[in-house]
């Protein structure tokens, strides 16, 4: 943008700015340039923080007021500038991240007469999203209509990415964002030589903000979605038996496969092709009794997978030891080809999860013992684990190879006895009614993780298929799906326990 939205011969008040930033994006250094480069340009500046409660439950909200010197220079007096922002009375927004553009929008900080939006367009999940029964991530393309629709200019793009593509911090992204915004009165070199100023990394500094300087030009348009387009899977198959196993999924209604080619390269990396095989077969077989427009087909296909493929120990130390992770962590923290960098994990085995790592014969044993037993909760308990130490990574890595003998293990057994029955009621449900066979495979989503959170979404499963049980079958859908609903409404099941009742 060529012009400035505020001009210095707008003296009647201050400008005023909110910077809203989670910890580590750089919202006291952007603060601190943007301060900086007010009293450079002869203006009054000030700024306040309220700090969020850590890194992802709350963001800090900076807030600036600046004021021009020229327009008190006859009586001298500096002006009173206000600490926290005010609804509606807000010319500048910025967000380092989506959802926090989202808060601002409901603070009634951002106004189409008044303000300018910047903000990032990617995510960094909330407690209360990762906490959710089930899939409680917020919806991204509601809050960037809702923002669209409530700032006078909007600027939004993935500042995050561009900042990794560019090496540089997301502050200078966001520096350079707000100048190209074109919405304080300050030209881009004034910019520039705020960050000179504070002589910290200025020339990655400045290559962010020349990054975010130019992304900020291109105005913001709303991505549009195309629908998905039906058809035959395809696939860079490494040999026959895998291309056998793409012509299966290819013979599966077109409504499944997009699902089942996902489930069945999952289940390849979690297990093996016999393991793939297994999959296929429940889902030619249950496709092959359902009925257009084939909504169990499709809904089988993904939450099959998804239970087939329940984490275990085993599970998370593959995950744990991957080279791609370690890649994905260092380049997260920019660590240099030369530096060393510590990864910890943070570990709390119970003894349920150690003795179902175990053959089904031991695990018995153990669980009948109670000298075992007291020998294997030596074990269990919170514990930190150091895997750039040798020791560390090779008790992790002893623990991924273990996959080779994963069926024999006492939680596999488990599980998939869990899994018969899930299927068994489907089948059931499937010769009576086509919809409740949908909700009962739905109630998979119930399930996930390890640990208390694998257990409560067991015990709600498992009370929801009872209801069924005592019914004969003879449920009606919507029932199923209420129940399931209060099931994922909170994590003690008082709302599925009340529901229950009723």
Not at 136 to 149: C, H, I, K, Q
Request: net charge negative; with cysteine.
């Amino acid at each position: 943008m060529s012009t400035s939205l505020i001009t210095k011969n707008d003296i009647n008040r201050p400008i005023t700015i909110v910077i809203s930033a989670l910890g580590g994006q750089g919202g006291g250094v952007l603060t601190n340039w943007l301060v900086s480069l007010a009293e450079q340009q002869g203006y009054f500046a000030q700024s306040t923080s309220v700090p969020g409660v850590a890194q992802r439950t709350g963001a800090t909200i900076y807030y600036l007021e600046m004021f021009p010197k020229s327009a008190v220079k006859d009586n001298g007096t500096p002006p009173i500038m206000a600490l926290m922002p005010l609804s509606g009375d807000v010319d500048l927004v910025v967000a380092a991240e989506l959802m926090e553009a989202g808060r601002a929008v409901q603070r009634q900080f951002v106004t189409p007469n008044k303000t300018t939006l910047v903000a990032s367009t990617h995510r960094v999940f909330s407690i209360a999203e990762k906490m959710a029964m089930g899939d409680g991530t917020g919806d991204s393309e509601t809050v960037l209509r809702a923002a669209e629709e409530a700032a006078q200019n909007f600027i939004a793009f993935d500042m995050e990415s561009l900042a990794a593509e560019t090496g540089c911090v997301i502050s200078s992204i966001l520096f350079g964002a707000i100048a190209g915004a074109g919405v304080l009165p300050f030209g881009r070199e004034s910019f520039e030589e705020a960050i000179r100023a504070e002589g910290k990394m200025v020339d990655i500094n400045l290559k962010g903000f020349a990054a975010g300087f130019a992304a900020a030009e291109s105005p913001y348009q709303e991505e549009i979605a195309l629908p998905p387009v039906a058809g035959e899977i395809t696939g860079n198959p490494n040999g026959p038996e895998a291309q056998a196993r793409i012509d299966r999924i290819n013979r599966l209604p077109d409504a499944a496969r997009e699902f089942a080619y996902a489930g069945a390269q999952k289940l390849l990396d979690y297990q093996d092709l016999d393991y793939v095989d297994d999959y296929l077969d429940t889902l030619e077989e249950i496709a092959a009794q359902d009925q257009a427009p084939f909504d169990l087909s499709r809904e089988l296909a993904r939450y099959l997978a998804l239970w087939m493929a329940f984490d275990d120990t085993i599970k998370v130390a593959d995950i744990k030891t991957r080279s791609e992770r370690v890649r994905k962590y260092r380049a997260e923290v920019r660590a240099k080809d030369d530096q060393i960098v510590n990864m910890v994990e943070f570990m709390h085995p119970r003894l349920e999860e150690i003795v179902g790592s175990l053959p089904i014969g031991l695990a018995r044993r153990v669980e009948k013992s109670p000298l075992l037993t007291r020998l294997f909760e030596k074990f269990t308990g919170p514990r930190l684990m150091d895997t750039t130490k040798l020791s560390s990574f090779l008790m992790l890595y002893f623990m991924a190879s273990l996959r080779r003998i994963r069926r024999k293990t006492l939680r596999f057994h488990q599980e998939h006895a869990a899994i018969d029955g899930w299927l068994d009621r489907v089948r059931r449900a499937l010769s009576q009614d086509n919809a409740l066979a949908v909700e009962l495979v739905r109630c998979q989503r119930l399930i996930k993780g390890y640990g208390d959170t694998h257990e409560r979404g067991m015990r709600n499963f498992n009370a929801i298929m009872s209801v069924f049980d005592q019914s004969g079958g003879k449920l009606q859908a919507a029932r199923v799906s209420v129940l399931r609903d209060a099931a994922l409404a909170d994590e003690e099941g008082e709302t599925l326990k009340k529901e229950l009742a009723a």
